[in-house]
């Protein structure tokens, strides 16, 4: 069982000046005339060992507790109060690993205290925490105040009992389990308003998966009917272009025939030359020939001015079909630009459409 080797006290009520006080394990009592500080031993006990209570140590609040000094003989008041109290820890029933724990506090002017274990700052809390372990309290059975027996005997058996409970330290217990059951009670409204915040969570878990599927079907409906337009577009294309290879291949056809057309004028205009030139040969010769050569040279002619009238009309019917064929073909190209054009859009939308569908299944999925 732990037991206290040293108090040290500093700036605490009477002791002014740093006082250590040396305890044997076998120690008992403490004697001493009135008014030599016997009591504030005890208090300062108490307060090293974490007491709320002012009025407990006999001051109307914990600056109080703070030396005032003595005027007279010219001793400067403290500016703050301290007590380090040495237990032996020898058995370790204090959960720290050294034979010698020391717990000290210190307040200042404000009343603001400050705890430490070992020398090393710590809360309140943890430090009761482990000084009762070892059945250490300020409120605990091991500190019995002045007047304390005398009012065992005078309080009613409630009292007595609950006063009974926290000598044996039960109190502590009920104090604990109070707590744990609050934390505990805590704990389930706790667990009661996740499990609400969890519903609310897979609730819209749901709703974003519902969307993100109706986004897919969407987009999957979007892609398909772009699709089937480019698809269709692409056949269109292809009509077109065939249209346009077969005006095409028409117009090198008609070239053709022209220029054939264009050939054979020139022959029969080589031969109405050639037969001019016999008319005037002719001509010449025309008494002694005879009328009916010359008759039949007319008749020459005639037929050729007349295939070349002939001819003369086919190239013309050849040029407009030419024309004709020229502007069908333009008329083609042009429809063939305009779809192709229109593709290209298309296939714009179609990468814009991917491109939102990734965006928004990245949002969803994130």
Do not use: C
């Not at 002791?15 to 030599?36: A, C, E, H, Q, R």
């Not at 403290?78 to 204090?94: G, L, P, S």
């Not at 050639?274 to 037929?303: A, F, N, Y």
Request: charged content about 35%; aromatic content about 4%.
């Amino acid at each position: 069982m732990p037991y206290v080797k040293k108090i040290e006290l500093k700036g605490f009520k009477t002791f002014g000046k740093s006082t250590s006080i040396f305890l044997d394990k076998n120690f008992t009592v403490i004697t001493g005339p009135n008014g030599s500080g016997k009591t504030n031993i005890m208090d300062a006990v108490l307060f090293g060992l974490g007491e709320l209570s002012a009025r407990r140590l006999r001051a109307e609040n914990f600056s109080k507790l703070i030396f005032h000094g003595v005027p007279d003989a010219n001793i400067e008041k403290a500016k703050k109060a301290k007590v380090i109290i040495q237990f032996d820890n020898t058995d370790h029933r204090i959960p720290v690993d050294t034979n010698t724990v020391t717990a000290s506090r210190e307040v200042n002017r404000t009343g603001q205290s400050v705890y430490r274990l070992n020398g090393r700052r710590i809360s309140r809390t943890n430090l009761l925490d482990m000084l009762s372990m070892a059945g250490i309290s300020s409120t605990g059975h091991n500190i019995v105040l002045q007047g304390t027996i005398t009012r065992m005997a005078e309080i009613s058996p409630v009292e007595r009992r609950k006063f009974l409970d926290d000598m044996v330290g039960i109190a502590q217990y009920d104090a604990e389990k109070a707590d744990a059951e609050e934390k505990l009670r805590i704990a389930e409204i706790s667990i009661r308003t996740a499990m609400g915040r969890v519903d609310e969570v897979q609730k819209r878990v749901d709703d974003l998966e519902r969307e993100r599927n109706q986004l897919l079907r969407h987009n999957y409906i979007q892609s398909e009917i772009k699709r089937l337009e480019a698809t269709k577009i692409s056949h269109e294309i292809g009509a077109i272009e065939n249209k346009f290879k077969d005006s095409q291949s028409k117009i090198m056809e008609a070239e053709a025939k022209v220029e054939e057309l264009k050939t054979l004028r020139e022959q029969l205009r080589s031969q109405r030359h050639d037969v001019e030139k016999e008319w005037r040969t002719i001509s010449s010769e025309m008494v002694e020939e005879g009328s009916t050569r010359i008759l039949e040279t007319q008749i020459r002619i005639g037929e050729v001015k007349s295939r070349l009238a002939e001819l003369n009309t086919k190239i013309g019917a050849s040029t407009a079909s030419i024309e004709g064929l020229k502007k069908v073909r333009e008329n083609h190209l042009q429809q063939l630009e305009s779809t192709k054009k229109e593709m290209t859009e298309i296939r714009q939308v179609v990468r814009q459409l991917q491109r939102e569908r990734n965006r928004r299944l990245k949002e969803i999925t994130t």
